[in-house]
C-alpha cells in the first residue's frame, strides 16, 4: 500500500458519508457513525477486517455550505435521470447512466441516506483516503461508532461499483506529494508561496504559548513535515469554517492549495494581534489560551514563565519554583520537583494531574528538610519539670532522665526508642509531651490504634487516586520542624489486612540505622528522619509484633496505689478541671478523705482517667451552683451530693 515514495491507496475504497466536519490530509479528526450504512462499512470492513488495507476508507463529506453544516441534505427528488447536476455540482462527472442507477436504487432506500449518498457522490466526489486509527462502539443512548481517522491523501471517485450495504467506488488517488519531494524542481511561483506560507506558519507558531505540549509539537513538525502538506495541516488546525475546508480540499493543484490557506493564517495571524493589543496577560489564564505577549514575535522564539519580570509575584508558577528553590531540600528531592515543575507548566490546568503534580510540589516545599528547634536540655530543669508534671512515676521518669542525660552529652544519639508500656491512663501520654517540653521540640502525637493499611505509614504512591503522604511526613509538615518528638501512641493496636502490615512500615520508621533515608511512597525521594526523637507507647507488648518490640526500649509504668491516685487528684487532676470549669479553690475545695472515698467506690481503673471524669462532674454541678449564685452551706458539700450523683450508686455516708 505504502510505495517507497509516498502513499499508495488501493484503488477500491469503501465510502464513508460524514456530516461533521472535514478530513484533511494529515490531520486526524474523531467521526461519529449512525447511518445505517456507514455502521455497516465499520462492521464489514474495521471490525472484520484484519489488514491494515481493510481499515483505509474513503472519507467523503457531505457537507457543501455553512448553512447545511448541520441540517439534512438537500432532497433526493431534485435528481432526475434526465434533470442535469445543479451549477454547484462543479467536480460531478457522474454520467446520466449512473445518476439513473442512484436514483433507481436509492428512491427504496430511506430518504435522508439516499440524499446523503447521491447528494455526496454527485456532487463532491473529491474526498480524503483515511486511515481509521481507532474504533470505539457504544450502544447509548442508540447504537453508534466513534472512529478516529487519520487523513492520508485526497483521491476523486471515478465509478461507483455498489452502494449496498455501503457505498464502494473505484478511486483515483490524486495527492501524490512525491513529486514534488523526488526533486522535481518546483516553478518559482510555487516556491515563493511555499516560502511564504512557512514563514506565516512560523508566525504563527511563534505567537502561542510554547508552554502548551501541543505548540511545542506544531513546532517541531513545521521543520519536520514536507512543506507541501503544511496547508492541509494547518488548515485543519486553525480556526476554519467546513466551508473553507472544504475548499482546501477541492484544491487538488498544490499552487491554488497554497493560495487558499494563506489567507486563512493571515487572518488567524491578524486575530491575534487583535487580541495581544485588548488583552494583558494575566498570571492565572489558562496556559491553554495563547499567551499573547508584548511586541513582535519572532519565529521560533522561545518562552519561559521568568521573562515576565513585572509579573514575577503573581506569577504563581514563578512563585512556585522560587519556593523550591529555597526549599533548601537535598540534592534527589530538588531534582525531582525541578522535573516536575517543568513538567506542570507544560500541562494544561484542566487536566487532572495538574492538581496532583501542583499538591506534590506545594508539599514538597513546605516540608521541613532543613528546618529544626535548637534544644535547650538541661537535666536540672527537665528534672523539675517532670516532677511537677507527674506524681510518682519514678522508675519511668528514672530512666527518661537517664535518656535526656545521654543525648545532651551526644546530641547524635541514635537510638533507643522508647516505649512506655502499661494499663490507660497512667500517665503515658502526658510524660511522652512533658518530653518534648523538656527538650523544648515540637511534639506530635500519632494514634496508631486501628491502623491497618501501610499507606497511613508510608503514603499511597501518586499513580493511585486520591493518594496522600503517610502520618509521619504528614506530621512533619504539620510541626514544621524535622526535629519534633514523634508520640507514637497504641502500637500495640496496629491492625493487618490485604492493604499490607503497617507495623512492617514502621519498621524502617523506627530503625536509627534506616531512618535518614525513609521514603515515604507519595514523596518518593528519601526523607532524614534521624533527627525525629520517637516514643511509643501501649497498654500490652503481647500484640506488638517481635521486630517492632525489637527496636524499642520498654518501659512499663504500673497502675498508680490508692494513696498515689490521691495524690496526683490534690496535684494535679482537681486544680486542672477547676481551671478547666472557670472556678476557684475556694468556691469548690474536696477533702482528701472525698477523694479516698470517690477512688474506691465509684472508679476501678489502673490510671486516673475515670477519677478525672467524676471530678469533673462535681465541677460542673457546682459550676452550676456558681452561675445561679447559690450560696453554699456546710450542709450541701458538693464534694459528696454530685460524686454521688455522677455515679451509679450513692456514697453512703
Ligand atoms: N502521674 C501523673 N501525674 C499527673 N497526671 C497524671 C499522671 N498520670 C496520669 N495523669 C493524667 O491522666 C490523664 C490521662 O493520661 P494519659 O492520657 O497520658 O494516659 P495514657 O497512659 O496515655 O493512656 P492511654 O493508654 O489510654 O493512652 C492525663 O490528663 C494525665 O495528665
Same mark, same amino acid.
Given at each position: 500500500m505504502a510505495s517507497h515514495g509516498g502513499i499508495q491507496i488501493p484503488s477500491r475504497l469503501p465510502l464513508l458519508l460524514t456530516h461533521e466536519g472535514v478530513l484533511l490530509p494529515g490531520?486526524?479528526?474523531? /467521526?461519529?457513525?449512525?447511518?445505517?450504512?456507514?455502521?455497516? /462499512?465499520?462492521?464489514?470492513?474495521? +471490525?472484520?477486517?484484519?489488514?491494515? &488495507?481493510?481499515?483505509? +476508507?474513503?472519507?467523503? *463529506?457531505n457537507t457543501r455550505d455553512p448553512e447545511h453544516d448541520t441540517q439534512e441534505l438537500p432532497a433526493l427528488?431534485?435528481?432526475? @435521470?434526465?434533470?442535469? !447536476?445543479?451549477?454547484? !455540482?462543479?467536480?460531478?462527472? !457522474?454520467? *446520466?447512466?449512473?445518476?439513473?442507477?442512484?436514483?433507481?436504487?436509492?428512491?427504496?432506500? *430511506? =430518504?435522508?441516506?439516499?440524499?446523503?449518498?447521491h447528494s455526496a457522490l454527485c456532487c463532491l466526489s473529491i474526498g480524503t483516503a483515511g486511515l481509521a486509527v481507532q474504533v470505539v462502539g457504544s450502544n447509548w443512548p442508540k447504537p453508534h461508532y466513534t472512529l478516529l481517522i487519520t487523513g492520508l491523501c485526497r483521491f476523486r471517485v471515478t465509478q461507483l461499483l455498489r452502494e449496498r450495504p455501503f457505498a464502494v467506488a473505484i478511486v483515483e488517488q490524486l495527492d501524490r506529494l512525491e513529486q514534488y519531494t523526488e526533486g522535481q524542481p518546483l516553478d518559482r511561483e510555487l516556491r515563493e508561496l511555499t516560502q511564504n506560507f512557512y514563514q506565516a506558519a512560523l508566525q504563527l507558531v511563534g505567537m502561542l504559548d510554547m508552554s502548551v505540549p501541543v505548540v511545542a509539537k506544531l513546532r517541531q513538525l513545521l521543520d519536520s513535515l514536507p512543506r507541501e502538506t503544511l496547508p492541509d495541516v494547518l488548515a485543519a488546525m486553525i480556526r476554519t469554517s467546513n466551508t473553507e475546508k472544504l475548499q482546501v480540499l477541492d484544491a487538488v493543484d498544490l499552487q491554488e492549495r497554497f493560495k487558499k490557506t494563506l489567507p486563512m493564517l493571515t487572518r488567524q495571524i491578524e486575530g491575534l494581534k487583535l487580541l495581544q493589543k485588548t488583552r494583558k496577560p494575566r498570571p492565572d489564564d489558562d496556559k491553554r489560551v495563547l499567551a499573547i505577549r508584548k511586541g513582535?514575535?519572532? *519565529?521560533?522564539?522561545?518562552?519561559?514563565?521568568?521573562?515576565?519580570?513585572?509579573?514575577?509575584?503573581?506569577?504563581?508558577?514563578?512563585?512556585?519554583?522560587?519556593k523550591v528553590k529555597e526549599a533548601a531540600m537535598p540534592e534527589p528531592a530538588l531534582h525531582v520537583c525541578l522535573k516536575e515543575l517543568k513538567r506542570l507548566k507544560k500541562m494544561p490546568q484542566s487536566m487532572p494531574e495538574y492538581a496532583l503534580t501542583r499538591n506534590y510540589l506545594e508539599l514538597m516545599v513546605e516540608l521541613p528538610w532543613t528546618k529544626? @528547634?535548637?534544644? !535547650?536540655?538541661?537535666?536540672?530543669?527537665?528534672?523539675?519539670?517532670?516532677?511537677?508534671?507527674?506524681?510518682? +512515676?519514678? &522508675?519511668? &521518669?528514672?530512666?527518661?532522665?537517664?535518656?535526656?542525660?545521654?543525648?545532651?552529652?551526644?546530641? @547524635? =544519639?541514635?537510638?533507643?526508642?522508647?516505649?512506655f508500656v502499661g494499663p490507660p491512663g497512667v500517665g503515658k501520654t502526658s510524660v511522652g509531651r512533658s518530653i518534648a517540653r523538656t527538650l523544648g521540640r515540637e511534639f506530635h502525637r500519632i494514634a496508631l490504634g486501628g491502623v491497618c493499611d501501610q499507606s497511613d505509614v508510608r503514603g499511597h504512591r501518586r499513580t493511585y487516586v486520591g493518594s496522600m503522604p503517610g502520618r509521619i511526613i504528614n506530621g512533619l509538615k504539620t510541626v514544621g520542624v524535622n526535629n519534633p518528638v514523634f508520640l507514637l501512641d497504641e502500637v500495640d493496636k496496629l491492625g493487618k489486612s490485604l492493604q499490607g502490615d503497617p507495623a512492617a512500615a514502621l519498621l524502617e520508621v523506627l530503625d536509627p540505622e534506616q531512618n535518614h533515608s525513609f521514603t515515604d511512597h507519595y514523596l518518593n525521594v528519601p526523607f532524614d528522619l534521624s533527627q525525629v526523637l520517637f516514643i511509643a507507647t501501649a497498654n500490652t507488648t503481647s500484640t506488638i509484633p517481635p521486630a517492632l518490640l525489637d527496636r524499642m526500649e520498654v518501659i512499663q509504668v504500673p497502675g498508680y496505689t490508692q494513696e498515689e491516685k490521691v495524690e496526683i487528684a490534690h496535684r494535679h487532676l482537681i486544680p486542672h478541671q477547676l481551671e478547666q470549669h472557670g472556678l476557684t479553690p475556694q468556691q469548690l475545695q474536696i477533702p482528701q478523705d472525698t477523694t479516698h472515698e470517690i477512688i474506691s467506690k465509684y472508679t476501678r481503673e489502673a490510671g486516673v482517667r475515670s477519677l478525672e471524669r467524676k471530678i469533673g462532674a462535681i465541677c460542673r454541678a457546682v459550676a452550676v451552683k456558681v452561675a445561679e449564685g447559690h450560696k453554699m452551706s456546710k450542709a450541701e458539700s458538693p464534694g459528696e451530693t454530685e460524686a454521688g450523683r455522677a455515679g451509679t450508686t450513692p456514697l453512703g455516708r
Open positions: 490531520s486526524t479528526t474523531r /467521526v461519529s457513525v449512525h447511518s445505517a450504512r456507514n455502521m455497516q /462499512v465499520v462492521r464489514s470492513r474495521l +471490525l472484520k477486517g484484519t489488514s491494515l &488495507k481493510s481499515t483505509i +476508507l474513503g472519507v467523503i *463529506p427528488h431534485r435528481y432526475e @435521470t434526465d434533470v442535469p !447536476c445543479p451549477e454547484s !455540482c462543479r467536480s460531478c462527472d !457522474c454520467s *446520466p447512466k449512473l445518476k439513473g442507477l442512484l436514483f433507481v436504487s436509492l428512491t427504496t432506500t *430511506p =430518504l435522508s441516506e439516499s440524499e446523503s449518498a513582535g514575535v519572532f *519565529p521560533g522564539r522561545q518562552f519561559s514563565l521568568e521573562e515576565d519580570g513585572e509579573d514575577e509575584d503573581g506569577d504563581d508558577m514563578a512563585v512556585l519554583e522560587r529544626s @528547634t535548637s534544644d !535547650c536540655l538541661d537535666i536540672r530543669a527537665a528534672r523539675v519539670l517532670l516532677d511537677n508534671d507527674h506524681y510518682a +512515676l519514678e &522508675k519511668l &521518669k528514672r530512666r527518661v532522665l537517664e535518656y535526656l542525660a545521654v543525648r545532651q552529652l551526644r546530641s @547524635t =544519639l541514635k537510638g533507643p526508642i522508647l516505649c
